[in-house]
């Protein structure tokens, strides 16, 4: 008994008062990304070296803009290493959840606008309860969501927690790219869970399929198969990405 | 016997030598190679290259002693006599080969695929049953290995588990409280990865690897990257080698701190499940301090790394290192003196040396067993000094022993990443790629095979190739840890409790998305 009680003075009080203080997050992090408008001419680089197929082709912008679409991209960084002109760069901002899938289109020159809040998640606003179901995800993305409910997070001070039935659920988030064999336990998931009900994609593959959008044995993410509510951006998103997504749900 | 290829496991072979035999004759020659110590590390089908459905057979083996491996193939076959009666780690190999190119071992006790399952069927035939409002037919029920008798009962769990983890499914077949057997059934996180890398490489193989097991990133990553640069025989400068390396004893500082942490969760224990989950997070931070990623994401690159590191931050990370080493030993100390949680984990979950072999486990489990499996050991990735350090084994195969190798290799690993940094932060090379490193990019030598063995934190991953007459991957096999694996955590639970299921679960903590692929 004594021994455990010097231990946990030694282990020390470690919750981050979030989100009045801000993560330090690694230098090296790549958070939302921000393009620059150049002359692209006739380069390409980027779009070659994109290993996602992350990078469109801007409407309505002199051709060969990109646009960077976050919920395919893997924040890997070779668009930036190809480009000879510096169009991309990766801020250190972690927040990049989005209530629309056009929220996650990053475009030169336009700067990202604060989204209204979808009024009917009002109801959720002092608990909410999440059921999580990985639908052919890594494990990545998962232990980036197990992670919140550390001593770092703490993610049941804010009323939300994950729960065991989707019965007891308000939402359902989900992760990966829904593999064909896990399509079915995905709907019945959902069609367990209470209305009124969210349903959040978290991470690249459960956004758009990701890196598996074009293999036959994946859906190509969430939507195909469920109304998506939320998007939180990224392979895997950084939890605290992943806990500003959750909260900007209660406000 | 020589009926097989033996080379030293870091050399490519051209294909063409691989010595082409029956299916009886390659039963008997592995037959033999298990007997006299070998261990297997892939068995499956090669389409042949020129004509379309004839499908043969390719074995790889290894011989951890000496450091070599073995390999033959067979003429294209439908069908050949079962090795798993005999040779029980081959079980999987031949399911896989039924389901993926339907050719038979016969006399194989339990035939049934490995990654298909109704489910897919099932959520299609319900689709169209809405759209045409007709009766669609179901496929039959998946067969599941079934005790008879007054009160035995059958307990099925999954896909969708309790906790926020991967799917998978688990038929417990009771007597009482009372485990007869366990059947696990995967295959829900099944993305198609093998069939994506066919034809490679292009610039998508490494990022798809790296998420084959996302908790395992940089091992598979590594696997990746040592199996091009065998191929093409480049050299990878010192200085990336050392940095491979520290991502790879970080992935496993990470995941043992969550897994002795999962265990003292599952045995009441909480305060080191507490203190552990966000120990477990300061290693990934420190990932995150070397290349941005917390999974070690992009660290690696063929022909070298991505990222270098300053003597400045060689400094940082090794005083962030020693800080989460203290912090993990002490918690983890604390959870291995309650007796509590000794008591709670001595004896269950229990595995004899003999079945571990037979059944060819590798990494932590099979080490907890006594069998000194590393490949760190065997098949090491360079000539980096690795002097300090013997594969960490125990003798009883329970819980206790797996979660006290993994205690033990914590110490080996934060010794090792202090060490590396210290050499990083003097070393005066300062080059991270190798020269010819864009040869891995493009095509690769033709007709060649190569395997890469890298002792990722679960045990050792394996990746084999083959190329085409143009250089491109005829086959690309991942053998994930966890595919050897599974099996273990079946036959552990015999005659234990159910409820000792999630503890002994944990203590393996094997990856679904891993053996699914
Ligand atoms: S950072 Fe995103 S957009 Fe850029 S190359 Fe990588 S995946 Fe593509």
Redesign the interface.
């Known amino acids: 008994m004594l021994r455990i009680i010097k231990e946990r003075l030694q282990q020390k009080y470690r919750t981050l008062d979030y989100p009045r203080k801000k993560p330090a997050l690694s230098p090296r992090y790549h958070g939302r990304p921000i393009l620059t408008p150049v002359n692209c001419g006739a380069c390409r680089a980027c779009y070659a070296a994109c290993p996602a197929g992350a990078l469109l082709p801007t409407l309505g912008a002199e051709e060969g803009t990109p646009t960077l679409d976050m919920g395919r991209c893997t924040f890997c960084g070779a668009c930036r290493a190809a480009c000879p002109k510096g169009a991309f760069t990766f801020s250190d901002e972690h927040r990049m959840a989005s209530f629309t899938r056009e929220g996650l289109l990053v475009t030169p020159g336009v700067t990202p606008q604060v989204q209204p809040h979808p009024e009917n998640f009002r109801i959720f606003r002092r608990s909410l309860k999440l059921r999580q179901v990985s639908a052919g995800g890594c494990n990545a993305c998962e232990a980036d969501c197990n992670v919140l409910g550390t001593l770092v997070y703490d993610l049941g001070r804010f009323g939300i927690d994950f729960v065991a039935s989707p019965r007891h659920a308000d939402a359902i988030l989900v992760t990966g790219p829904v593999s064909a064999n896990m399509r079915l336990a995905l709907l019945d998931t959902w069609h367990a869970t209470p209305e009124p009900r969210i349903v959040i994609a978290v991470g690249a593959c459960a956004i758009s399929g990701g890196l598996f959008r074009e293999s036959p044995q994946c859906h190509g993410g969430t939507s195909s198969t469920l109304p998506v509510d939320m998007y939180i951006p990224g392979c895997p998103p950084n939890p605290w990405t992943i806990l500003d997504g959750l909260l900007s749900l209660k406000t | 016997m020589s009926t097989s290829l033996r080379f030293h496991y870091t050399t490519a072979v051209a294909f063409s030598a691989l010595p082409v035999v029956d299916g009886d004759t390659l039963g008997a020659c592995v037959r033999q190679l298990l007997d006299d110590g070998w261990r297997l590390l892939a068995l499956f089908g090669l389409p042949q290259s020129d004509k379309k459905r004839a499908v043969s057979l390719c074995c790889v083996l290894a011989h951890d002693a000496s450091s070599e491996l073995a390999a033959l193939r067979t003429e294209p076959l439908h069908n050949f006599i079962s090795l798993t009666p005999s040779c029980p780690q081959a079980h999987l190999f031949e399911r896989e080969l039924f389901e993926q190119w339907g050719i038979t071992p016969e006399g194989h006790p339990w035939l049934k695929p490995v990654?298909c399952?109704p489910?897919?069927a099932?959520?299609q035939a319900?689709e169209s049953a809405q759209e045409h409002a007709a009766v669609q037919t179901i496929p039959p029920p998946f067969r599941f290995y079934r005790v008879q008798g007054e009160e035995v009962h059958e307990v099925a769990v999954g896909?969708?588990h309790?906790?926020?983890?991967?799917?998978g499914h688990f038929r417990f077949q009771c007597y009482g409280e009372n485990v007869l057997h366990l059947e696990v059934a995967l295959?829900?996180?099944?993305?198609?990865i093998e069939?994506?890398l066919r034809n490679g490489p292009r610039?998508?193989c490494?990022?798809?690897l790296e998420?084959?097991?996302?908790?395992t990133?940089v091992g598979h990553a590594t696997a990746h990257c040592v199996l091009l640069e065998r191929l093409t025989g480049i050299v990878v400068p010192e200085r990336s080698q050392l940095l491979r390396r520290i991502g790879l004893e970080l992935e496993r500082l990470a995941n043992h701190t969550g897994d002795l942490g999962a265990i003292g969760g599952d045995t009441g224990f909480l305060?080191t499940s507490?203190?552990n989950?966000?120990i477990?997070?300061d290693f990934l931070?420190l990932t995150?301090?070397?290349?941005?990623?917390?999974?070690g994401?992009?660290l690696l690159t063929p022909g070298g790394a991505a990222?270098d590191l300053s003597s400045e931050e060689c400094a940082d990370i090794t005083s962030r290192l020693r800080a989460a080493g203290r912090?993990a030993r002490?918690?983890v100390?604390?959870m291995l003196?309650?007796p509590s949680v000794l008591e709670r984990c001595t004896g269950v979950g229990a595995l004899d040396a003999k079945t571990a072999r037979d059944l060819g486990l590798v990494g932590v489990a099979a080490r907890a067993c006594g069998l000194e499996r590393d490949a760190r050991r065997s098949a090491p990735l360079s000539c980096l000094p690795s002097e300090a350090w013997a594969p960490r084994c125990q003798q009883a195969g329970d819980v206790l022993a797996r979660a006290l190798v993994r205690s033990h290799e914590l110490d080996d690993s934060l010794r090792m990443v202090e060490e590396d940094l210290a050499t990083l932060a003097t070393m005066p090379d300062k080059a991270i790629l190798a020269p010819d490193a864009s040869k891995a990019k493009a095509n690769l030598p033709p007709n060649m095979l190569v395997v890469a063995q890298v002792e990722g934190w679960r045990g050792e991953i394996c990746h084999v190739a083959i190329t085409n007459d143009t250089g491109q991957f005829l086959a690309y096999k991942v053998i994930d840890p966890s595919f050897h694996n599974w099996p273990g955590l079946a036959v552990a639970l015999r005659g234990n409790q159910i409820s000792d299921f999630p503890l002994c679960n944990k203590s393996f903590n094997l990856?679904?998305?891993g053996h699914?692929l």
């Not at chain 2, 295959?187 to 198609?192: E, F, I």
């Open positions: 990654r399952i489910d897919a099932e959520a319900r896909p969708v309790a906790g926020v983890i991967e799917p295959g829900y996180q099944h993305r198609g069939a994506m610039a998508r490494l990022p798809v998420c084959t097991a996302g908790d990133s305060p507490a203190w989950g966000r477990r997070g931070n995150a301090a070397l290349c941005g990623n917390r999974f994401r992009g990222y912090d002490g918690a100390d604390v003196h309650a990856s679904y998305c699914d």
